[in-house]
């Protein structure tokens, strides 16, 4: 297999980026959606988590196709920036990762809700007692007893923007250096009839794929042990 080429490395890096922040964000964003998810008794719960939920269920590109109206230069986003003398989301790397961060929300929070759903509200009650305020049991209880549903959010999360296409491709195109990520560039070289560079980067996903639930799945083992001997 030859090597790759500086455009396929540029491909590779703005991958692992976009993966990067969309993992952390959501991380920020649904640790609290996903505990109100997994204890409120509000009637809101269940729509609010069947929005959340939506892109389970809709094609990408219909996602990609909205998001491209509301962020491009005539939506209510895009057209604001613009206003504004800024420039709209659309086909620009910051689009991408908007759109990114709404993909993949449910493989964030399905996790993390579970993983909050499961915790004994006894302990938080004992802490409750012993004056640690919601906030304290929160960042010192709730999340080290989900370390393992935290581990299994990171991980889908990361993976899954990993091999995102759909949303991409509608919403940002092919920009080389800002929208033209590994799964955009293999359908490029597909389209063009160059099936060995299509292979190549295809044969990273792969083994990236294969090697990344390979690890989680030795750690998630490592996590769980200790929990089960208790």
């Avoid at 509301?70 to 759109?99: D, K, N, R």
């Avoid at 991980?155 to 995102?164: D, L």
């Avoid at 990520?181 to 980067?201: C, E, F, K, N, P």
Wanted: aromatic share 10%; proline share 5%; with cysteine.
């Amino acid at each position: 297999m030859t090597s790759l080429t500086p455009g396929e490395w540029q491909a590779i890096w703005l991958t692992a980026k976009l993966a990067g922040l969309t993992t952390v964000i959501l991380l920020i964003l649904c640790a609290p959606l996903a505990w109100w998810l997994a204890r409120s008794g509000s009637r809101l719960a269940n729509p609010v988590a069947a929005l959340v939920s939506l892109p389970l269920v809709l094609p990408p590109t219909v996602i990609g196709f909205y998001l491209l109206i509301v962020l491009g230069p005539q939506g209510a986003v895009g057209g604001t920036l613009e206003a504004l003398g800024l420039h709209h989301l659309a086909f620009s790397f910051w689009g991408i990762l908007i759109g990114s961060v709404i993909y993949s929300m449910p493989f964030t929070v399905q996790p993390l809700r579970e993983a909050f759903a499961a915790i004994d509200l006894r302990l938080l009650d004992a802490a409750a007692t012993l004056r640690a305020g919601a906030l304290d049991r929160f960042f010192n209880l709730v999340l080290p007893l989900s370390r393992s549903g935290i581990l299994t959010a990171v991980v889908i999360t990361f993976a899954h923007t990993v091999g995102e296409f759909g949303v991409i491709a509608m919403l940002g195109g092919s920009l080389p250096g800002e929208t033209r990520v590994v799964s955009i560039a293999i359908y490029d070289y597909t389209q063009a009839l160059d099936y060995g560079a299509a292979h190549r980067l295809s044969f990273i996903l792969l083994g990236f794929s294969f090697l990344t639930l390979l690890a989680f799945y030795s750690i998630n083992r490592r996590v769980l042990r200790p929990l089960q001997l208790r």
